[in-house]
């Protein structure tokens, strides 16, 4: 028996998350959706890319809606089949993000008539590397189906509005010096001794609050990894920290590198790019965001940590992430969502959709 997306939404959850669907292992859980939209939703235009499905809406309204959920799962960690225990349904997935998806699938089957064209985008692959997302793949080979006036990732965000999305970059800042036996400790530059004015700029670093839209982004940044040392009787001749910059959308990925510089300007290190993804502005005050700020009765807030979201900023179309369920419960083997914010996300959804 395939999914019924007329089903309440409750129930549709439970039925994607029983189909194992482990990155690089979504055929089955697309081969379902695309069935079911194909024969419960006839005014969808529907196509099969690679394990993603799409479907839009051509109704000649004046603005389009993007739905967008990923489909795959991280590695069930022996938390499935799902069940509903105390008002929560539990199972791999049931937050990160069969839960978002059920609410938009539900949704394309039940509005025939929306307020909005609709497109609909379930695809694979976001869950492991970047260069494997289905979204990048259908924004290289299908484009024309991501334009709209807004995008809605359902990833878990509890009910909130989360827009936009901090930026990201990873930096190695190193030391180099002179090895010496550590007896004769003044023969040599000790690299690791260096780093302790790296730390202590982090240490003292004042992050910056940013307003944007009414989201406030907190940056940061910190140390998250530290090597050197060679022996325990050998002064290092090198040293290194990681260190990560979480930034707010109003500085670019150039911007962000530049102020990482400035923090540790005048100390005895290099810098060293290796890791690096733009952020995204929420875009609040564009129509279409605007109304759906308002269906949801102004329950806004910023997202925190890098989402996809950041794909449809810089295509220009204002992105927000809303869907049920505790993104601090995502992958873990205790997953799991209130029922009742399946409920009120999908409520809330279908008076912006209508």
Known sequence: MGLDL?????????????????????QRIADEIEAALRAQAPWFEVVRNGDAVLARTNLGRPSRVLLAGHIDTV???????????????????????????????????????PSHDITLVMYDCEEIES?????????????????????????????????????????????????????????????????????????????????????????GLSAVRIAGGIA??????????????????????????????????????????????????????KPAAAALVAAAGGQVRAKYGWTDVSRFAALGIPAVNYGPGDPNLAHKVDERVEVAQITTVTDILRRYLT
Not at 76 to 97: Q, Y
């Open 75 to 113: 590695p069930v960690a022996d938390n499935l089949p799902s069940h509903i225990k105390n008002g929560e349904m539990w199972g791999c997935g049931t937050s990160d993000m069969k839960s978002g998806d059920a609410v938009f699938l539900h949704l394309a089957a039940t509005i025939a008539e």
């Open 232 to 285: 325990g009787n050998v002064i290092p001749d090198a040293a290194s920290v990681t260190v990560n910059f979480r930034f707010a959308p109003d500085r670019s990925v150039e911007q962000a590198v530049g102020h990482v510089h400035e923090v540790f300007d005048g100390l005895d290190v290099t810098i060293d790019l290796t890791d690096a993804a733009a952020g995204a502005l929420p875009g609040l005050a």
């Open 6 to 26: 007329t089903a309440d939404p409750i129930a549709l959850t439970a039925a994607l998350v029983d189909i194992p669907s482990e990155s690089r292992h979504e």
């Open 131 to 219: 260069s494997a997302n289905g979204l990048g793949r259908i924004e290289r080979e299908l484009p024309d189906w991501l334009r709209a006036d807004v995008a809605i990732l359902g990833e878990p965000s509890g009910g909130f509005i989360e827009a936009g999305c901090q930026g990201t970059i990873r930096v190695v800042v190193s030391a180099n010096g002179t090895r010496a036996h550590s007896a004769r400790s003044w023969l040599g530059d000790n690299a690791i001794h260096k780093l302790g004015a790296v730390l202590d700029r982090l240490t003292a670093y004042q992050p910056r609050d940013v307003d944007i839209d009414g989201c406030v982004y907190r940056e």
